[in-house]
């Protein structure tokens, strides 16, 4: 594998940076990765970038809004794997979408592949590892036969709304447990 194009930026230097300015390099690698692209492929429009992604999404590529969106509990507290991974992450399905029948491309297919391992020289994985328990919190327990089931806000007002989840290893029809409060049920 090629060596990664863009410059492996210094952890302790990330960490030590404030919110404002962190999110500034973040907003300077997009461009440094627009730029990549833009040796392959001169007419590739330039991404707008916003922060405003929640739950356990680190990046996405939006082409309606016309750019990247990315989630900031998960930059703050994984900056310098989202500088390396998640942007070229992104920046890749930029710029296959905007190719000629780009808009014909599997998401994570051939094409975007090439692009994570040529161009970026990033190993092309499809997610990404990172904790979202503060991203994406699911406060609301769950039990059937075999587990615990965490469940979003938004998930448990379905089933308070009549909706019926059932696990999909033992088949049983979930049970709710209570709301999880500072690590603990209640």
Request: glycine share 6%; aromatic share 8%; hydrophobic share 35%.
């Amino acid at each position: 594998m090629p060596s990664p194009a863009l410059p492996d930026p210094d952890s302790r230097w990330l960490a030590a940076l404030d919110r404002a300015a962190s999110q500034r390099v973040l907003h300077d690698r997009v461009e440094a990765a627009w730029r990549l692209c833009r040796e392959f492929h001169d007419t590739l429009p330039r991404p707008r970038v916003w922060l405003d992604l929640r739950g356990k999404a680190a990046g996405q590529t939006h082409f309606g809004r016309g750019g990247l969106r990315f989630n900031p509990v998960l930059f703050d507290e994984n900056r310098h794997a989202f500088l390396v991974e998640v942007v070229p992450h992104e920046m890749a399905h930029w710029l296959v979408h905007h190719l000629e029948d780009g808009h014909r491309a599997r998401p994570h297919g051939h094409e975007w592949r090439t692009v994570m391992l040529r161009l970026f020289g990033v190993p092309p994985r499809t997610t990404h590892r990172f904790d979202t328990a503060r991203s994406s919190p699911a406060p609301h327990r769950y039990r059937c036969g075999c587990r615990e089931h965490a469940f979003t806000s938004r998930r448990h007002a379905l089933v308070e709304a009549g909706r019926v989840y059932r696990c999909r290893r033992c088949a049983q029809t979930l049970v709710y447990l209570g709301r999880q409060v500072s690590g603990t049920p209640s």
